[in-house]
């Protein structure tokens, strides 16, 4: 009930294709759900979040598609790019805790 | 927009002695910081959580006579790991909630623990 399902485990796109990475839960109680960009040796970093009463959220090149009754929310990068390259993680968190819960990360490749 | 530093940034220890890392938030007031640990190309594992002035929280699992967390103010906030071994080399990671009506929250750059 915990856990937060995230595929695929790694992605290769060509340069200016879209990228796409998928998250499930079964938590209904979750109610927050960020995505965060990380480069080797370094902290995460917030790209977009979303809450449950929004289907979908874009800033920028970065879309985030939710499904309430599915249980699934998707990061879209459009127009992907070399500095893109990263892992991904999306992760959930439950209302007044703040403590996310990662997916297991998506190693993104862009090929320029 | 918000910062948070984390030092040092990499650490070799030998075993059986204990190393402190330190993470601060440099632009805000955090209320509550939290500890997560990850290994080589797997995903944050949340340690602890730790409020200001108060006693931190731990997930299951996590030793806390261990993992020695202090918040002793709200922009700091200490992860000492005590006597320890080669299996608690890892990448600890810090994040900071700047407060009340903030559902996200600012990470640190990490700091990777190496122990020998």
């Known amino acids: 009930q915990q856990q937060v399902k995230q595929s695929p485990q790694s992605l290769i796109v060509q340069k200016g294709g879209i990228s796409i990475i998928n998250c499930a839960y079964e938590?209904?109680?979750?109610?927050?759900f960020p995505w965060y960009q990380q480069f080797p040796g370094k902290g995460p970093a917030l790209l977009i979040a979303i809450r449950p009463d929004v289907s979908e959220k874009k800033e920028g090149r970065f879309t985030i598609s939710f499904n309430k009754s599915a249980k699934q929310f998707s990061l879209h990068i459009m127009d992907s790019q070399p500095g893109d390259s990263a892992t991904y993680f999306c992760?959930?968190?439950?209302?007044?805790?703040?403590?996310?819960?990662f997916g297991t990360g998506t190693r993104l490749k862009v090929l320029a | 927009g918000a910062v948070v530093s984390q030092h040092p940034s990499w650490v070799i220890c030998k075993s059986g002695t204990s190393v402190k890392i330190e993470c601060r938030s440099l632009d805000f007031q955090a209320t509550t910081m939290f500890w997560y640990r990850q290994f080589p190309k797997q995903s944050l594992m949340l340690m602890a959580t730790?409020?200001?002035?108060?006693?931190?929280?731990?997930e299951q699992g996590v030793e806390k006579d261990k993992f020695l967390i202090n918040h002793a103010s709200l922009t700091l906030s200490t992860l000492t790991v005590t006597s320890a071994h080669p299996e608690d080399s890892s990448f600890y990671i810090c994040?900071?909630?700047?407060?009340?009506?903030?559902?996200?929250?600012?990470f640190g750059p990490g700091t990777r623990l190496t122990v020998t």
């Open positions: 992760a959930a968190s439950k209302p007044g805790t703040y403590k996310y819960i």
């Open positions: 938590n209904t109680a979750f109610d927050y």
């Open positions: 730790s409020n200001e002035g108060s006693k931190a929280t731990y």
């Open positions: 994040s900071a909630r700047p407060g009340t009506g903030f559902p996200y929250t600012y």
